[in-house]
């Protein structure tokens, strides 16, 4: 049975699109042209944040204050771009929002976090050690904990799902990056819900494979580091609610090394003249690997965030790896 109904969805629309426009899917013709297939990019790098999280937090948001109608703030744990929706949501709330951070987190998704109004404070080696930070602060100090996935992060993450399959209907697969797995899980949850016979291959870095080695192995699969510098699938662990999904919703899950992150950054640049971070490049990544397979196809890749520092945008430009 699907998560959520039609109707469900299109009430999230109706949220969401209170506080945002809905993003464009376009078919670029000289990706499309590299690839051999026809290839329609879902743009979640043109939110008001640069990133897909917007919508989630937007939902989660509005449930919080339904909900908690005495809550004061928010806390949560980032690597950067759910971190910007939740600050800018709660803030349009009237909420605080604490934010935290592992040490060396992109600069400048940090200023924009702070722009957007959050506290954000560095704590941890890793996404995983701030995240529990957050979660203990939050207990302290009587905030509400938002969690990297929440049905009602779920709930507004899904309307992008729904404006990809409403225009573009018939796809015959949809590539989609999994950090904690709200973006995947959303994919899955509307493809479902309409019906739909496209499938859904998730995408994790080589260097943060926990996902994919949860899958294989039927049951959660912890990793001792997720060191890539696509931070937005920098997660050890996975996400128990999420991995229900996608271990039976996903096709396959696919590994990219971080190299072929970097050429499907330059390739976006190039191609559209668009900026992708590095999870934002990891479904057009999975593409370019699996091209043979895709061939004549009619295919999906989510481009879920643009928020790359301007340094590691240089390097990869240059043809190089960006160190973490």
């Not at 109707?7 to 051999?36: C, F, H």
Request: glycine share 8%; charged share 20%.
């Amino acid at each position: 049975m699907p998560l959520f109904t039609l109707d469900q969805i299109k009430d999230a629309t109706q949220l969401v699109y209170s506080q945002m426009p809905p993003t464009p899917q376009y078919n670029w013709p000289i990706i499309s042209a590299n690839l051999g297939a026809e290839v329609w990019v879902k743009h979640e790098n043109h939110t008001p944040t640069g990133a897909f999280k917007l919508r989630g937090s937007i939902t989660f948001i509005d449930w919080v204050k339904r909900t908690h109608p005495k809550a004061t703030g928010i806390c949560t744990a980032t690597r950067g771009n759910h971190g910007q929706g939740q600050s800018r949501s709660a803030i349009a709330a009237g909420l605080t929002a604490k934010i935290y951070v592992p040490f060396g987190n992109a600069t400048e998704k940090n200023t924009a976090m702070r722009a957007f109004g959050g506290e954000v404070i560095e704590f941890g080696e890793d996404f995983d050690v701030a995240r529990m930070e957050a979660i203990r602060v939050a207990a302290e100090q009587d905030l509400i904990v938002v969690p990297p996935f929440h049905i009602e992060i779920l709930r507004g993450v899904s309307t992008y799902a729904y404006e990809l399959f409403t225009n573009v209907p018939d796809l015959d697969t949809v590539y989609v990056p999994i950090g904690c797995g709200s973006g995947i899980c959303s994919i899955i949850s509307v493809r479902d819900a309409m019906g739909l016979k496209t499938k859904v291959v998730g995408v994790v870095s080589e260097k943060a494979q926990t996902a994919k080695l949860s899958v294989d192995a039927g049951k959660l699969v912890e990793t001792k580091t997720a060191n890539t510098f696509a931070d937005g699938m920098a997660v050890r662990m996975p996400v128990a609610d999420a991995y229900d999904i996608y271990a039976k919703g996903a096709e396959r899950i696919v590994t990219i090394s971080e190299t072929e992150i970097a050429a499907a950054i330059r390739m976006y640049y190039t191609a559209t003249h668009n900026l992708a971070e590095g999870a934002g490049a990891a479904a057009l990544a999975a593409l370019m690997q699996e091209r043979d397979k895709m061939q004549g196809k009619r295919v999906g890749v989510i481009l879920t965030g643009g928020n790359i520092d301007a340094d590691m945008f240089q390097t990869v430009m240059r043809g190089d790896v960006p160190k973490v």
